[in-house]
């Protein structure tokens, strides 16, 4: 029986409507609020100390940017919650996921932020942060091209496509794995036991999102010469609380859909060209 078979076999009949959907749905948008506030004030802290303050403009098209990636790269985080969904049923289990898995996204992209505004002010370490990056994004379009084998056809040419161009990356992102390892935290994918109590079903959630948070915002250093932090946060939040609402809703039709091998496939080439885009950036940063 898969997570969302099992899904639905667990799910608690005797929970009213209001309990079920109503109260989460409205929680994970309160949520979502609070936690743009906090994000709104870790910018005003941190221009504080920097000598080049970080616009507070909004623009569309930065929420837009944010949100559309953030979707992109929420594959394995969509399935890890269906786990969780699975294996943790009921009104005060979503309450926990819910919360902690915006918080553990939210505070790993606040930590992520905080590098990058201190270490913009030193071109070296700027340069630095901005190479790891790159090979962070090459990482990101290797499990991209992974999922795109895994869910074409057999003997289509797009998944004959992606794994000629997956061995290709695998290659590289070996001779790369000793860097990252080092540098990028990994957390597992595997959900925790079933019917846990609150809190330790609260860390669980919460563990694996920080670690997403820390990983897929460090990834996207090379944009932020190019989009608005402030908007592109905002973007984050939305799409995690998206993502989460849907989750809850049909939570078989919103991973078919972060599933799809053309999403996928297309997502990877724009994780290779950001990620070649930041390698440019670092030879320019260190002078060549």
Known sequence: MDFL??????AP??????????IPLVLTVVTCVALIAAYFGQIHLLNVFTANDISLQIRWY??????TIYLKTSIDFAIFIGHLMSRNPGYKSRVS????????????????????????????LLALMVFVASLVLIKMAEDSLEHAVEGAADKSILKRVAQFFEKGLSFVNKAIAPILSKIIPHA???????????????????????ILGLDDFAGYIPLFNVVNVWGFGIGVFLGHMILNILLYVSPSRTIKIVKNPWIAFLGAFAFI???????YEVIHLIGF
């Open 5 to 10: 078979t099992g899904l639905r076999h667990h």
């Open 13 to 22: 009949m005797n929970e009213t409507f209001l309990k079920r959907q109503v």
């Open 62 to 67: 930065d929420v837009l940017i944010g949100m």
């Open 97 to 124: 996921i819910e919360i902690a898995t915006a918080l553990g996204n939210a505070l790993g992209t606040m930590v992520v932020l905080t590098l990058w505004t201190f270490f913009k002010e030193i071109r070296w």
């Open 188 to 210: 597992s994918m595997k959900a925790g036991g079933e019917n846990m109590r609150f809190w330790p079903l609260f860390g669980v959630a919460f563990s694996v999102p920080f």
């Open 273 to 279: 060209a950001l990620g070649v885009w930041g390698l």
